[in-house]
């Protein structure tokens, strides 16, 4: 087990220091410097500032520096917002996030685990089929299109919930839907499909020739044995809400670390873009390490390797 | 987004029985399919959409990026069903041939200088800006008749295309049957020449991580040994790399001027950014699967017999496993291009996707999200570009699930 | 392990994480504002001197005061820290008396020498104030803030000494006084400056902190910061502590409406020197002077302010909370102001225009006015064959203003020929040549282009928004129709499109200008040759000399015919191509008071109220600039 979470960690630093050195040299690749200010410096003051950020060295002293600094947690300065670190963007960005995605994955979760299993309860009729109908749809739309679609039912059609903004839970619901639909309507399909083939399991019409009701068959008996595939989805379906929050917080105005990034990348505020794929790397390799143990917790046929 | 490539989709799943497969597998597998009304019926879709896409420029359509700005946010409308468009200048294509091969001959004179300033390595900078420029007013005049209607930049193929359209049609084209944008272009016409780009980018995508997937994963499993576990760790690495921001990292520097540039020199626009780096993400999934087939296809008694005849071990791979990695391949194919094709959706959402005058699904969808508004909805522009792309991300996820019935009823969804 | 437990682990996983999503956002909730309005974008900074855009300008307004502020409907100054002032005969110096009650936040007093010390930060060239031009009216302002470059043999100079590398980042070194005898350049970017103090030449040379803290210098050369003009040759002179008098270069008629522009706020030194920049801005941190203070700033989120209980006009502040919220999206702005989140947006969709300005009864919320600002393309003139002026004037010629502002720009934008936009008093309207497609046609084949055969490809730059991306859209179309030339357009985000701007790496660039000032020199000042907004490469002597000699020039009337005549010579070389004029879309709830419409769509927090009984309508509605 202690094995196990060493060599995970050994492999999430390797990681971490490509993504680093690649970014590093496209960053630097780019013409303009860090310090490209609107107003054309004096030699001197240019000067001064090259020697003060090592800029006068060669590249690879100044990829060493940079690199000591990255290993001592200092992410360094946002080029486009100057009053603020990214160490500081991070902090104020990864809860919001945090809040978004978690929600985003309950939603995804329970509304799928519910749809796949009333659509395995109902199979073959016209239900089955329009919930299936419904859960590929919500694979087969972008992101974009279905928070657009929201907001005009849920915001102005029926005023239930606010348009944008960050504050309370109301803000958070319409925009955890949107981030967890597409993942709902995958593990509706799992789950479905698992139902399906757990119902007809031996042990099951053991249950059912008891007399065990329909209800206590299904919760107690049936899904159990459905769960399995849905928690091995989980950890794809958590890379991808982290990764889908980019669009939802930008169309619902939420400040979290998807925004921040987009904004970074499209602003060319590159530290800030490096520090948040690095971030971003750890919380992938986070998640996926959560989602294994979890997977081996679940399932006794597993060895954590 | 859909899934993304980071998580571990299918590796434990698809894995099918192998023992049994050959020709008669896959006419099996075929029957099954056929007897599948969903699939046969999103097939039989796709096929429909991918051959009007490829016809596109046959079609009786209005140019696609021809501004009226007089029908700004027309409503659909089919009365009359037909009208006039604007009328394609023959004379002016009959005169560029004469144009082009003059500037050709500019264009030896300008190559030779550039050789020659490379040899002498002075103003080679200013010999290569002249060497663009002249091939870009080459492009630019043989486009220039096209363009003057409406049209993207044109290839061959798609020129003739175009001119026989006009040949067989005149000048007479559908109304906006999905009515118009704010710079009254018809929309009908933008979602047909949208389908080229977004199909093609799919697909194009698709095929380049299906070509690295499949030979890594057959390298990596045929070698076996430490160049198996090298190899796997490497896509474990990978597999935690956020891709999708790298993505966009890549091309916002890629979009940076004087690179973009250099890169239009070497033919290679944001287009072609796009389907290099996708195709270099979405491969590790198929590398991973393929390699678990290959590992239990090596052992297999029609290998071995190969192996006995004394065939190379490249011949073995590329002879007698891949063509038996068909199914996974299917299944595979069927499952990556509707994400792809989303991608390049949710880039065109960020404004990174496909660049004017071209058009795709997702900028079509993007430009509609945009003017929905309380206050009016031009409901048409949001509405179709969604149909389009859903119908066919629908298409091809009943397909895919067809197919992965069909090949192997006990695969599960993944 | 048991299969109930696997289950209570699966069910305690799935609690967790909604046990996540609850404590997060219980956090957040924050009291409600009294008044929200949209700030656009995420504001770069709160520091006065480094902002230039106009989400920063809203916040600085609010939470600094210079020594006077404008009137928040006509824009004439009216006193802030200065009670009053006195200007000589000749127009050239200024002495302003600050009154006694004016307070910084931490309840220290407002003093000349609060002035001194920011006005000196905002000229040093270490701080690199992109609108630092705004000061060098002011007497030797100019040369002070050109550092090194700045300073002739003979000049008094002042040498800045280095400090230890870890020191706090805005302390100033040690300064020495002295004459400059001679410069020695050692390299491009590299010089001596020999200064003589007390008699005696030393050598200093320039370098960073942290190389003189580590290597010694060679012999007989002393490391020091930087060697600048000595600061009291600047024509900023602190009489006692509440008397300031000002020295300009030029009499400048709109130099008092300057002071009351956000670049020339000041800062608090205390405040600066004590935590360093930029975290001297930190929401905890930060002391300021004006009729707010920032209660918390959460980026790409909201600022919040409060009304400050030390500003000397705190009984005419109305409002108590104020929501600042960076919403970049004109469509999340626009539903937010429909669902009531807030009171006032700057800007709306062009689509959702289209549809509220035809409204019937028209809307109590919604009155497009324009102001003294101007949309035009910049041309990169040291691009071929952008460098003839033929091509320029065609590809001016060419556009159909009427069809872009009709179809693109609901609001009823004017179509304009001209880069100062009417509006100034007594300024005639000068106008590029009248629109004509053969004329355009013509001078194309006269420049060695007919058809536009062997035009080299264009690229229009804007930056990301949903009408300049539109309306480069149609000039696109405007142009291959008319030229038969091809272009392309492109564009990227405010700080990337900025960045594109000031390097030069662009053919054609939409830019527009909103005047700081109301004075057609806001506007023709850009186009001189030295100017960091001109970043054409075009330059015309005699367009120089005309701005210039206008700058000296007392008689209003006189001062006009100069800039009129600068004007016509940009108009006919047309480095830029005017498009149209700027109309506000403002947004206002009915039931707020002290909005106005203004020449330079300028509105102030400070000024605002709001008053839910009202029956008629609010100011906003009323007026006109």
């Given at each position: 087990?202690?094995?196990?979470?060493?060599?995970?960690?050994?492999?999430?630093?390797?990681?971490?220091?490509?993504?680093?050195?690649?970014?590093?040299?496209?960053?630097?690749?780019?013409?303009?410097?860090?310090?490209?200010?609107?107003?054309?410096?004096?030699?001197?003051?240019?000067?001064?500032?090259?020697?003060?950020?090592?800029?006068?060295?060669?590249?690879?002293?100044?990829?060493?520096?940079?690199?000591?600094?990255?290993?001592?947690?200092?992410?360094?300065?946002?080029?486009?917002?100057?009053?603020?670190?990214?160490?500081?963007?991070?902090?104020?960005?990864?809860?919001?996030?945090?809040?978004?995605?978690?929600?985003?994955?309950?939603?995804?979760?329970?509304?799928?685990?519910?749809?796949?299993?009333?659509?395995?309860?109902?199979?073959?009729?016209?239900?089955?089929?329009?919930?299936?109908?419904?859960?590929?749809?919500?694979?087969?739309?972008?992101?974009?299109?279905?928070?657009?679609?929201?907001?005009?039912?849920?915001?102005?059609?029926?005023?239930?919930?606010?348009?944008?903004?960050?504050?309370?839970?109301?803000?958070?619901?319409?925009?955890?839907?949107?981030?967890?639909?597409?993942?709902?309507?995958?593990?509706?399909?799992?789950?479905?499909?698992?139902?399906?083939?757990?119902?007809?399991?031996?042990?099951?019409?053991?249950?059912?020739?008891?007399?065990?009701?329909?209800?206590?068959?299904?919760?107690?008996?049936?899904?159990?044995?459905?769960?399995?595939?849905?928690?091995?989805?989980?950890?794809?379906?958590?890379?991808?809400?982290?990764?889908?929050?980019?669009?939802?917080?930008?169309?619902?105005?939420?400040?979290?670390?998807?925004?921040?990034?987009?904004?970074?990348?499209?602003?060319?505020?590159?530290?800030?873009?490096?520090?948040?794929?690095?971030?971003?790397?750890?919380?992938?390799?986070?998640?996926?390490?959560?989602?294994?143990?979890?997977?081996?917790?679940l399932d006794p046929r597993v060895e954590l390797a | 987004m859909s899934e993304t490539p980071n998580g571990k989709p299918g590796e434990?799943?698809?894995?099918?029985?192998?023992?049994?497969?050959?020709?008669?597998?896959?006419?099996?597998?075929?029957?099954?399919?056929?007897?599948?009304?969903?699939?046969?019926?999103?097939?039989?879709?796709?096929?429909?959409?991918?051959?009007?896409?490829?016809?596109?420029?046959?079609?009786?359509?209005?140019?696609?990026?021809?501004?009226?700005?007089?029908?700004?946010?027309?409503?659909?409308?089919?009365?009359?069903?037909?009208?006039?468009?604007?009328?394609?200048?023959?004379?002016?294509?009959?005169?560029?041939?004469?144009?082009?091969?003059?500037?050709?001959?500019?264009?030896?004179?300008?190559?030779?200088?550039?050789?020659?300033?490379?040899?002498?390595?002075?103003?080679?900078?200013?010999?290569?800006?002249?060497?663009?420029?002249?091939?870009?007013?080459?492009?630019?005049?043989?486009?220039?008749?096209?363009?003057?209607?409406?049209?993207?930049?044109?290839?061959?193929?798609?020129?003739?295309?175009?001119?026989?359209?006009?040949?067989?049609?005149?000048?007479?084209?559908?109304?906006s049957l999905c009515g118009r944008d704010i710079l009254g272009r018809d929309l009908l016409s933008r979602l047909f020449w949208g389908?080229?780009?977004?199909?093609?980018?799919?697909?194009?995508?698709?095929?380049?991580?299906?070509?690295?997937?499949?030979?890594?994963?057959?390298?990596?499993?045929?070698?076996?040994?430490?160049?198996?576990?090298?190899?796997?760790?490497?896509?474990?690495?990978?597999?935690?790399?956020?891709?999708?921001?790298?993505?966009?990292?890549?091309?916002?520097?890629?979009?940076?001027?004087?690179?973009?540039?250099?890169?239009?020199?070497?033919?290679?626009?944001?287009?072609?950014?796009?389907?290099?780096?996708?195709?270099?993400?979405?491969?590790?999934?198929?590398?991973?699967?393929?390699?678990?087939?290959?590992?239990?296809?090596?052992?297999?008694?029609?290998?071995?017999?190969?192996?006995?005849?004394?065939?190379?071990?490249?011949?073995?791979?590329?002879?007698?496993?891949?063509?038996?990695?068909?199914?996974?391949?299917?299944?595979?194919?069927?499952?990556?291009?509707?994400?792809?094709?989303?991608?390049?959706?949710?880039?065109?959402?960020?404004?990174?996707?496909?660049?004017?005058?071209?058009?795709?699904?997702?900028?079509?969808?993007?430009?509609?999200?945009?003017?929905?508004?309380?206050?009016?909805?031009?409901?048409?522009?949001?509405?179709?570009?969604?149909?389009?792309?859903?119908?066919?991300?629908?298409?091809?996820?009943?397909?895919?699930?067809?197919?992965?019935?069909?090949?192997?009823?006990?695969?599960?969804?993944? | 392990?048991?299969?109930?437990?696997?289950?209570?682990?699966?069910?305690?996983?799935?609690?967790?994480?909604?046990?996540?999503?609850?404590?997060?956002?219980?956090?957040?909730?924050?009291?409600?504002?009294?008044?929200?309005?949209?700030?656009?974008?995420?504001?770069?900074?709160?520091?006065?001197?480094?902002?230039?855009?106009?989400?920063?300008?809203?916040?600085?307004?609010?939470?600094?005061?210079?020594?006077?502020?404008?009137?928040?409907?006509?824009?004439?100054?009216?006193?802030?820290?200065?009670?009053?002032?006195?200007?000589?005969?000749?127009?050239?110096?200024?002495?302003?008396?600050?009154?006694?009650?004016?307070?910084?936040?931490?309840?220290?007093?407002?003093?000349?020498?609060?002035?001194?010390?920011?006005?000196?930060?905002?000229?040093?060239?270490?701080?690199?104030?992109?609108?630092?031009?705004?000061?060098?009216?002011?007497?030797?302002?100019?040369?002070?803030?050109?550092?090194?470059?700045?300073?002739?043999?003979?000049?008094?100079?002042?040498?800045?000494?280095?400090?230890?590398?870890?020191?706090?980042?805005?302390?100033?070194?040690?300064?020495?006084?002295?004459?400059?005898?001679?410069?020695?350049?050692?390299?491009?970017?590299?010089?001596?400056?020999?200064?003589?103090?007390?008699?005696?030449?030393?050598?200093?040379?320039?370098?960073?902190?942290?190389?003189?803290?580590?290597?010694?210098?060679?012999?007989?050369?002393?490391?020091?910061?930087?060697?600048?003009?000595?600061?009291?040759?600047?024509?900023?002179?602190?009489?006692?502590?509440?008397?300031?008098?000002?020295?300009?270069?030029?009499?400048?008629?709109?130099?008092?409406?300057?002071?009351?522009?956000?670049?020339?706020?000041?800062?608090?030194?205390?405040?600066?020197?004590?935590?360093?920049?930029?975290?001297?801005?930190?929401?905890?941190?930060?002391?300021?002077?004006?009729?707010?203070?920032?209660?918390?700033?959460?980026?790409?989120?909201?600022?919040?302010?409060?009304?400050?209980?030390?500003?000397?006009?705190?009984?005419?502040?109305?409002?108590?909370?104020?929501?600042?919220?960076?919403?970049?999206?004109?469509?999340?702005?626009?539903?937010?102001?429909?669902?009531?989140?807030?009171?006032?947006?700057?800007?709306?969709?062009?689509?959702?225009?289209?549809?509220?300005?035809?409204?019937?009864?028209?809307?109590?919320?919604?009155?497009?006015?324009?102001?003294?600002?101007?949309?035009?393309?910049?041309?990169?003139?040291?691009?071929?064959?952008?460098?003839?002026?033929?091509?320029?004037?065609?590809?001016?010629?060419?556009?159909?203003?009427?069809?872009?502002?009709?179809?693109?720009?609901?609001?009823?934008?004017?179509?304009?020929?001209?880069?100062?936009?009417?509006?100034?008093?007594?300024?005639?309207?000068?106008?590029?040549?009248?629109?004509?497609?053969?004329?355009?046609?013509?001078?194309?084949?006269?420049?060695?282009?007919?058809?536009?055969?062997?035009?080299?490809?264009?690229?229009?730059?804007?930056?990301?928004?949903?009408?300049?991306?539109?309306?480069?859209e149609l000039i696109r179309k405007q142009w291959q129709r008319v030229l038969g030339i091809s272009v392309k357009t492109r564009n990227?985000?405010?700080?990337?499109?900025?960045?594109?701007?000031?390097?030069?790496?662009?053919?054609?660039?939409?830019?527009?200008?909103?005047?700081?000032?109301?004075?057609?020199?806001?506007?023709?000042?850009?186009?001189?040759?030295?100017?960091?907004?001109?970043?054409?490469?075009?330059?015309?002597?005699?367009?120089?000399?005309?701005?210039?000699?206008?700058?000296?020039?007392?008689?209003?009337?006189?001062?006009?015919?100069?800039?009129?005549?600068?004007?016509?010579?940009?108009?006919?070389?047309?480095?830029?191509?005017?498009?149209?004029?700027?109309?506000?879309?403002?947004?206002?709830?009915?039931?707020?008071?002290?909005?106005?419409?203004?020449?330079?769509?300028?509105?102030?927090?400070?000024?605002?109220?709001?008053?839910?009984?009202?029956?008629?309508?609010?100011?906003?509605?009323?007026?006109?600039?």
């Open positions: 087990m202690i094995s196990f979470m060493l060599r995970r960690l050994l492999w999430m630093a390797i990681t971490l220091l490509v993504v680093f050195t690649v970014s590093f040299f496209l960053m630097r690749s780019v013409p303009g410097g860090p310090f490209d200010r609107e107003r054309v410096l004096e030699p001197e003051i240019m000067q001064n500032i090259e020697k003060r950020y090592n800029l006068d060295k060669p590249l690879y002293q100044q990829y060493l520096f940079e690199l000591s600094k990255v290993v001592r947690g200092d992410l360094g300065y946002s080029y486009k917002i100057n009053d603020y670190t990214v160490n500081e963007v991070i902090a104020e960005g990864l809860p919001i996030s945090v809040a978004l995605g978690s929600l985003a994955l309950v939603f995804a979760t329970t509304l799928g685990l519910v749809a796949g299993v009333t659509s395995a309860v109902l199979r073959g009729t016209w239900g089955d089929v329009l919930l299936m109908l419904i859960a590929t749809l919500g694979i087969a739309l972008p992101n974009f299109v279905i928070a657009g679609i929201c907001i005009l039912l849920f915001v102005f059609l029926i005023p239930l919930f606010p348009a944008a903004g960050w504050g309370d839970f109301n803000q958070l619901v319409l925009p955890a839907f949107c981030l967890g639909a597409p993942y709902a309507a995958y593990v509706a399909r799992i789950a479905r499909t698992s139902m399906l083939d757990v119902l007809s399991q031996d042990h099951i019409r053991t249950a059912r020739a008891k007399g065990v009701g329909p209800l206590r068959l299904i919760l107690v008996h049936a899904l159990r044995g459905a769960l399995l595939p849905v928690v091995s989805f989980l950890g794809p379906a958590v890379a991808g809400i982290l990764t889908g929050s980019l669009v939802v917080e930008q169309i619902f105005a939420i400040p979290g670390l998807g925004s921040h990034f987009v904004q970074a990348a499209l602003q060319k505020d590159y530290t800030l873009a490096m520090g948040l794929v690095l971030l971003y790397t750890v919380l992938l390799y986070g998640m996926n390490w959560l989602v294994d143990l979890s997977y081996a917790l | 434990a799943v698809l894995v099918p029985q192998v023992a049994s497969m050959g020709m008669s597998l896959s006419q099996d597998a075929w029957r099954r399919l056929r007897k599948n009304r969903v699939a046969m019926l999103s097939l039989g879709t796709l096929i429909t959409i991918c051959v009007l896409a490829l016809l596109t420029p046959l079609l009786p359509l209005q140019a696609p990026d021809r501004a009226q700005t007089a029908l700004q946010y027309e409503e659909p409308t089919a009365s009359p069903l037909w009208i006039l468009s604007r009328h394609l200048d023959e004379d002016e294509i009959a005169r560029t041939p004469a144009l082009v091969s003059m500037m050709e001959k500019e264009l030896a004179v300008l190559k030779t200088r550039y050789k020659q300033a490379r040899k002498d390595s002075i103003g080679l900078e200013d010999a290569r800006r002249q060497l663009r420029r002249k091939e870009a007013e080459i492009q630019d005049t043989v486009q220039a008749p096209y363009r003057n209607l409406g049209y993207p930049q044109l290839g061959f193929l798609s020129r003739s295309m175009v001119r026989a359209r006009f040949a067989l049609f005149g000048d007479w084209s559908i109304n389908a080229r780009i977004s199909l093609l980018v799919g697909l194009v995508a698709t095929i380049v991580s299906l070509v690295i997937g499949v030979n890594y994963g057959a390298i990596s499993g045929y070698c076996g040994g430490w160049i198996d576990d090298a190899m796997m760790r490497a896509v474990d690495v990978l597999y935690s790399v956020p891709f999708i921001f790298v993505v966009i990292f890549l091309l916002t520097i890629l979009g940076e001027e004087s690179i973009a540039d250099e890169l239009a020199y070497w033919g290679i626009n944001r287009i072609t950014v796009f389907f290099l780096v996708v195709g270099a993400i979405y491969w590790l999934t198929m590398s991973r699967v393929v390699r678990g087939q290959v590992i239990s296809l090596k052992h297999e008694l029609f290998v071995e017999a190969a192996r006995s005849l004394g065939a190379s071990q490249s011949r073995i791979i590329f002879l007698h496993l891949l063509p038996n990695l068909m199914s996974v391949v299917l299944v595979y194919l069927t499952l990556t291009i509707p994400r792809v094709m989303l991608f390049e959706a949710f880039l065109s959402f960020l404004g990174l996707g496909v660049e004017p005058p071209d058009v795709s699904w997702g900028l079509l969808a993007n430009e509609g999200i945009k003017v929905i508004t309380p206050v009016k909805l031009y409901w048409w522009l949001i509405l179709f570009p969604s149909l389009a792309l859903g119908a066919t991300l629908l298409a091809l996820n009943f397909l895919g699930d067809g197919v992965r019935d069909a090949l192997d009823p006990r695969l599960r969804d993944t | 392990m048991s299969s109930t437990s696997r289950n209570l682990i699966a069910c305690f996983l799935l609690g967790s994480l909604l046990l996540t999503a609850v404590w997060t956002t219980l956090g957040g909730g924050l009291p409600p504002a009294d008044f929200t309005f949209i700030n656009e974008s995420e504001v770069k900074s709160v520091d006065p001197a480094l902002i230039t855009g106009q989400p920063e300008g809203r916040i600085a307004y609010s939470i600094f005061e210079g020594l006077i502020r404008n009137d928040p409907k006509t824009l004439e100054p009216i006193p802030g820290v200065a009670q009053r002032w006195e200007i000589s005969e000749d127009r050239l110096e200024y002495t302003f008396f600050l009154r006694e009650d004016a307070r910084w936040s931490d309840g220290t007093p407002v003093t000349a020498h609060d002035f001194a010390y920011s006005w000196r930060r905002f000229l040093d060239p270490r701080t690199a104030a992109e609108y630092a031009y705004q000061a060098w009216y002011i007497k030797n302002a100019h040369n002070y803030s050109r550092g090194g470059s700045g300073v002739r043999p003979g000049d008094a100079v002042e040498v800045e000494l280095n400090l230890p590398p870890d020191a706090i980042n805005t302390l100033r070194g040690e300064v020495i006084y002295g004459k400059l005898v001679r410069i020695v350049p050692r390299s491009d970017d590299q010089r001596d400056f020999v200064v003589k103090i007390a008699g005696k030449d030393t050598t200093f040379r320039p370098t960073d902190d942290s190389e003189a803290a580590k290597v010694q210098p060679p012999n007989g050369v002393r490391w020091c910061r930087q060697v600048l003009l000595d600061f009291h040759e600047v024509g900023i002179e602190i009489l006692d502590d509440r008397t300031l008098r000002i020295t300009l270069e030029n009499p400048t008629p709109y130099f008092l409406g300057l002071l009351g522009f956000y670049p020339l706020f000041p800062v608090n030194q205390r405040c600066l020197e004590t935590y360093g920049a930029p975290a001297w801005t930190k929401a905890n941190h930060v002391v300021t002077n004006g009729a707010y203070e920032i209660a918390f700033r959460r980026i790409r989120d909201r600022i919040r302010l409060v009304k400050s209980d030390q500003y000397w006009n705190r009984e005419n502040v109305r409002l108590e909370v104020v929501d600042a919220l960076a919403v970049e999206s004109l469509t999340t702005a626009l539903n937010l102001f429909l669902t009531d989140k807030a009171d006032w947006i700057g800007d709306v969709p062009p689509p959702a225009m289209r549809e509220l300005v035809r409204e019937d009864p028209p809307r109590n919320d919604l009155n497009p006015a324009p102001f003294l600002s101007s949309y035009y393309y910049l041309i990169n003139t040291r691009r071929k064959p952008l460098d003839d002026v033929r091509i320029r004037r065609a590809l001016s010629m060419a556009l159909d203003r009427e069809e872009i502002t009709s179809k693109l720009l609901p609001a009823g934008e004017p179509p304009s020929l001209s880069l100062v936009p009417p509006g100034i008093e007594g300024y005639h309207l000068q106008t590029a040549e009248p629109e004509s497609a053969d004329e355009a046609r013509r001078l194309f084949a006269e420049a060695g282009y007919p058809e536009g055969h062997g035009f080299p490809r264009l690229e229009i730059l804007t930056n990301t928004h949903e009408a300049h991306q539109a309306i480069a990227e985000e405010w700080g990337a499109y900025h960045t594109s701007m000031r390097q030069g790496k662009y053919d054609i660039a939409r830019r527009g200008w909103i005047s700081d000032y109301t004075d057609p020199n806001t506007f023709l000042n850009m186009f001189i040759t030295h100017s960091e907004q001109n970043s054409t490469g075009w330059s015309n002597a005699k367009y120089d000399q005309f701005v210039v000699q206008a700058s000296y020039e007392v008689d209003p009337q006189k001062r006009f015919r100069l800039l009129e005549q600068a004007e016509r010579i940009l108009l006919d070389e047309l480095p830029l191509i005017p498009i149209y004029t700027y109309v506000s879309k403002n947004m206002v709830k009915p039931y707020v008071r002290g909005f106005y419409n203004n020449v330079r769509d300028e509105h102030y927090i400070w000024a605002m109220w709001i008053d839910r009984s009202l029956e008629q309508q609010n100011e906003f509605m009323r007026s006109r600039p």
